[in-house]
């Protein structure tokens, strides 16, 4: 039998998501070696809830007596086990039934090491399951307590005891000690599986302990050590490095709602195509589309004489829509989701550029594609968006395996990014109503800002987000309204693995949420007096981008800001020096100038090529939000130095590089993610690589056209 092997994945999982079980025995005695199971049960958690009703609950015969002091415990008796299956038959079903859950229990090593005996005593193959001690984490969070039990932790965290010493009522109680301490873990900054298992891990007198008991040990270090990212399984990346404008049919062909049915097949004959849009019309403020299909039914209800009809009367209204820049893979997401073959594509301003279909996709292998797109978009709670977030680890660590531009892997981490504030905003609107405070009193725009909204997020991403809404003094109604909603966003963001903005950058704060008039002195304020923190405020503001409500809000907003920043040369000159501010983390002969074994690369990379980029979008009033763009469009406004923008935009997407590959070690390492990248675990290729992209990072200095420093 043994244990199957969990998905990849399931690292950066939460806790609270773990498809996990939790298991207990009852035994002949305490000798893992000798000792045999009388009684093995377990419970299932599955997206964070227990599944106590498909419990798993199985007495063992032995094949030796019982002794009459372990029968004064569990009260299993010779007779109870009489007529039940050996252990060899038992495995195989528990196995099963198990699955590829991670297992968990209370004092598991015990339990496991009895397990392991009886495979062998029995000629089974062995594999241990990857699993977690609940008295280890216990001690993580209470180390003072008189003692370790599990009644002890159970009285400790107000856990009710039922069924005590049968492995079910065991199981059950551990499994609510388990869910009682996530809180505590996650106050210690311990959330998901892998940093739980390193912090287990660095118990050792408690491993050694239970390693001279006989206990297995439920930590494999190994799972903590760095990893080949090219050791998981490749993806179809196409709908991933591509968007809709790449593959779409453009122009779209469109008719009349007045159109004849058999002018309609002519077209669609003609050109060789699935369908045609409607133009608005006929009780319609949007256009619509009709179908192959719908010329089909048509004909089937209606005879030939459906041909002489308008394609009005058949045309499907409104019309589902995509952007150009969106994603493949969202769109493949939306077609799956709803049923559709046939989406139109849509420009920046909004109006139809192309048309896509079902047979453009036909070639790209879009599991993966659906299932991230859907987690987001059909999400009902807090717990649902945080399978997101391991989905989203896994998507990323196949794309970087296949050497994607790390520039689009930031732009869809990005994507998602914005995806679950939106949806963090519609499970925001929908408590409200329940809270009976109704829907928003106001036209308003949730926005992101800094990378989320330049679509260069990594994946050590926290919230950077504000609100602006239609009108509303500070501490009003309208304002109140939005505040809880943007403490809901927040909290919920949290919850689902995008932490808490350190910096209070969030919509929950009265500094970040405002209508629009109070926004517009807010703006000038940061333009006028060029404040290092009304700089760092503007910097970010800049890159922003609507994810739900009124984009006009947003939109008008941010265009009268960058018109205004042109002319504000005091706030552009303290712009430019603050980006020309930074120091090479390379010293003396070569040597990284390391901090706890560590180069921080956004501080000394990352950071002044975003900020000159910036900078140059503004001098010339650019609108591109990424880095890239920014730059290649300064290029086009003719600015000086231009010659070195090709190698700032290289050094770019080696650092982003860099970086992504280390945060997808940090997570199987069950490291807290950062922006700094560990020399030590890199090829001499790569530390090459990410030297020559520092040494690009002055140049920037050139292109502002300010003083070098010494």
Known sequence: MSFMVEKAGFSALPLSLVPAVIMDTETTGLNTASDRIVEIAAVRITDGRAERDTAFQVLVNPGIAIPASSTAIHTITDADVANADGIANVIPMFSQWTGNAIVIGYSIGFDLAVLKAEHHRYGLRWSAPRSLDVRHLVELVAQDL????????????????????????????????????????????????????????????????????????????GRTAPVNITDYARIDSFPYRHRTGDIMHSPPLSVSGTTKMSAALTLAL?????????????????????????????????????????????????????????????????????????????????KLVGALSARDLLKQRADTAVALG??????????????????????????????????????????????????????GEAAMELRGKGPPPQPYAMFVLGSGGRGESLLAMDQDNAIVFGKGDPGGEADRWFADLGTIVADTLNDAGVSHCKGGIMASNSEWRMDASHWRDVLSQWLSKSRPEDILNADIFFD??????????????????????????????????????????????GKWKLEDGRVDLKRAGLMPLFSAARVLALRHGVSEPSTPSRFEAARAAGVEAAHVIDDLIEAHKILLSAILRQQLRDIEAGLKLGNSIDPAQMSGHDIQQVRWAIDQVPKIRDLLGIPAYG
């Open 146 to 221: 008189p003692e370790q039990s599990l009644d002890t932790a159970a009285a400790w965290l107000g856990v009710p005891l039922a069924g005590r010493h049968r492995a079910l009522g065991d199981a059950t109680v551990a499994l609510h000690v388990f869910q009682a301490l996530l809180p505590k873990l996650k106050q210690r900054g311990i959330i998901t599986l892998a940093q739980a298992e390193r912090a287990c891990l660095e118990r050792t007198s408690r491993r050694h302990s239970e390693a001279q008991a006989g206990w297995h040990d439920v930590v494999d270090s």
């Open 544 to 589: 922003a981008k609507t994810v739900h409500g009124d984009s006009t809000l947003l939109d008008t907003l941010r265009m009268d800001a960058l018109r205004a920043a042109q002319n504000a040369h005091g706030f552009l000159n303290a712009m430019q020096m603050r980006a020309g501010e930074f120091t090479s983390p390379v010293g003396w002969f």
């Open 270 to 350: 003609r050109e060789q195509i699935s369908s045609v849009f409607v133009k608005p019309g006929a009780g319609s403020d949007e256009p619509g589309i009709l179908t192959e299909r719908d010329i089909l039914r048509a004909i089937g209800a209606n005879g030939t004489t459906a041909l002489a009809m308008p394609v009005s009367r058949f045309a499907a209204f409104p019309l589902v829509t995509v952007a150009a820049d969106e994603f493949v893979y969202r769109a493949i997401s939306i077609m799956a989701r709803r049923g559709f073959r046939h989406l139109g594509v849509t420009g920046a301003d909004g």
């Open 374 to 427: 859907n987690d987001i978009d059909t999400a009902g709670s807090t717990e649902e968006l945080g399978k997101v977030w391991a989905r989203l680890t896994t998507v990323v660590r196949a794309l970087v395996s296949e050497d994607v531009d790390p520039r689009d892997i930031a732009a869809v981490i990005s994507r998602e990014l914005r995806s679950l504030t939106q949806r963090a905003c519609l499970l």
